[in-house]
């Protein structure tokens, strides 16, 4: 008895209909001050996306999920390095907490989650290995080398846009790039209203103004942007507390009175408290905002964990090692460039098939720029023989 094949009857479904069914959605359901999918610019067009079901800014998200960038944030410090406990915060943990903050603000605003989501998570791709500690030691060494300040957002920029696919880049849209760029989360801002009409020459010129001038003021192009800014805050602020708390370095009867009656004295306290104030002064704004007693609470707190934390000589222990070794590093690899010693792992693991735009358009102290600031803690530190490796404390 032969048995007939079975045939494939479903029928043929035109994917671009799908994304016209969720354009539409967006115009009826998102704010009108909301960043529509539709309107996503890239600077290189790929018109096939049309086709497709996958909206503009969901495509950023796929792609940075998909770097190798993204992969490495899984041991990239945030605060704390070289400490032996499993439960502190690393960049990866990080850089979710924000996107599910952001995500939770920008839902309740009537924003698009979706360009929330890929700026949020991309946010940190550029950060050096050993936090904000190397971006200075970095920076000092980038200045020295001409090639102007090292700032770990516009390296998120330059990792995504010129570094990753072997130079080619993930051809990101505009207003994903322009949020990673504006997201300083460290400036005290009470509001944040969008600066729009931005274009790719206006990042181009914001990403040379920011190498020359570290301090120059940016605001992001969108409110999905000024969200993601505040975000960042919001989901630090409170955890970078409860690990300095587990490590016993403060404890929490010391959170300054004020800032516990207004925000709470816990992680899940703070970010419920500044989450609702932004939604609650935000509410079918053109602008993102704290209330004016909630963002001086929290520029107090930020100011404590300042002092208490991030300046904290108690983990600032490996600290000259840390600077030695980044020179040591740069030096060496400068060297490696300028002699083509193709035997060092700046050729064998990070050159080795990149596309000629990248070396042709990169100096070679930039290329040592992005092959160093690209490194986990640890690729770092086996980049010396074992005995110059540095031991984590125990706190």
């Not at 990403?207 to 919001?234: F, N, Q, S």
């Not at 290329?367 to 160093?372: A, E, G, K, L, S």
Request: proline share 3%; net charge neutral.
């Amino acid at each position: 008895m032969k048995m007939e094949k079975s045939k494939n009857t479903s029928p043929e479904i035109d994917l671009g209909l799908i994304q016209k069914a969720l354009n539409q959605r967006e115009l009826e359901n998102l704010s009108p001050l909301a960043a529509s999918s539709t309107g996503g610019v890239r600077r290189i067009a790929e018109t096939h996306l049309g086709k497709g079901y996958r909206q503009s800014f969901s495509v950023d998200v796929d792609r940075i999920l998909h770097s190798l960038a993204y992969t490495r944030y899984i041991d990239k410090t945030q605060v704390f390095y070289l400490i032996q406990n499993d439960h502190i915060t690393h960049r990866v943990l990080h850089v979710q907490l924000v996107s599910k903050v952001a995500r939770t603000i920008g839902r309740f605003l009537g924003l698009n989650e979706d360009l929330i989501e890929a700026i949020a998570l991309a946010h940190d791709i550029g950060h050096t290995p050993f936090g904000h500690d190397g971006e200075r030691f970095l920076s000092e060494l980038c200045r020295s080398n001409g090639i102007g300040f090292f700032l770990h957002n516009v390296q998120s920029v330059q990792f995504l846009d010129r570094v990753e696919r072997k130079g080619r880049g993930w051809n990101l849209c505009l207003q994903t790039l322009d949020g990673m760029l504006c997201h300083d989360g460290e400036i005290h801002d009470r509001t944040l209203k969008p600066q729009r009409d931005k274009t790719f020459t206006t990042l181009e010129e914001e990403l040379e103004r920011k190498k020359k001038e570290p301090d120059y003021p940016l605001m992001p192009m969108t409110l999905e942007g000024c969200v993601v800014r505040m975000a960042d805050t919001i989901s630090y602020i409170g955890r970078d507390l409860e690990d300095a708390i587990r490590l016993n370095m403060i404890r929490r009867s010391e959170i300054p009175v004020e800032c516990a009656a207004r925000l709470g004295d816990t992680n899940g306290t703070i970010v419920y408290n500044l989450v609702t104030d932004v939604i609650a002064n935000s509410f079918q704004k053109p602008y993102t905002a704290f209330s004016a007693e909630i963002s001086a609470a929290l520029e107090q707190l930020k100011a404590f964990n300042l002092e208490r934390i991030y300046k904290n000589t108690e983990i600032k222990g490996h600290l000259g090692s840390i600077r030695d070794m980044f020179k040591r590093l740069f030096d060496r690899y400068l060297d490696d460039m300028r002699k083509e010693n193709r035997q060092s792992v700046i050729f064998t693991q990070f050159l080795e098939g990149m596309a000629e735009e990248y070396r042709s358009e990169h100096q070679a102290s930039e290329i040592v720029r992005d092959f160093i600031s690209g490194m986990t803690d640890q690729y770092f530190l086996r980049q010396f023989p074992p005995k110059m490796r540095l031991e984590p404390k125990v706190l």
